[in-house]
């Protein structure tokens, strides 16, 4: 399995069968969206019903805000309240784009919860996708307590961080051109979904 599809089977929760899950409460957050998962795609057919209630799904594990304030990096302080809420919202459906509708790349795999570590706020699911072939590939989530529970901010596999990637990219585009350049081709969708360097971290 290479890092993109692993990535993209990860990024929209479509890890749909599990394994043993490590008692704690972020963990336990992780596989009740895993298994909500599993619902939908069995019991909808591909279209876009199904992507919709996916999209909600990710919505109620991942937190799109926190995750675009990181992909950002330090060019989020320079936006404006109104600025942020709009990147948001694209950065979303930039996710959507790149990955939701690629859930039928899933193909039977399957997923073990491995460890967790919590430190304050924040806490670690370490998983492991396991192939039809028997091949392993880690896979860590990074998460933040928030009012109503964990939530997800990060994704890593093999080391190849969702955030990293994107802040790379967003990065480069900022410095050589402008953040109105960025967002343009945010609108217009105009990235292909990350394939990282491995090691790189958020």
Known sequence: MNTLRAL???????????GTAVAGEPTDQVRRSVDEVLKI???QPDGPARRTAVRQAANRLFDFEETAKRALGP?????????????????????????????????????????????????TVKTRI????????????????????????DVIIEGVSLVANYRTQFNKIIQTSSYDDLVKRMRAKDFSAPEGNRGRRS
């Open 130 to 153: 396991v192939t039809k072939q028997g091949n392993e590939v880690p896979v860590d989530y990074r998460l933040l307590r928030e009012m109503d529970g964990w939530r997800v901010y």
């Open 75 to 123: 060019h989020w302080q320079q936006r404006t309240p109104t600025e942020r809420e709009k990147f948001v919202r694209l950065f979303s459906d930039l996710l959507e784009a790149a990955y939701v509708g690629k859930i039928d790349l899933y193909q039977g795999e399957k997923i073990t919860y491995v460890g967790e570590t919590v430190d304050g706020d924040q806490a």
């Open 8 to 18: 993209t089977l990860t990024a929209i929760l479509a890890l749909v069968t599990a």
């Open 41 to 43: 795609v069995q019991s």
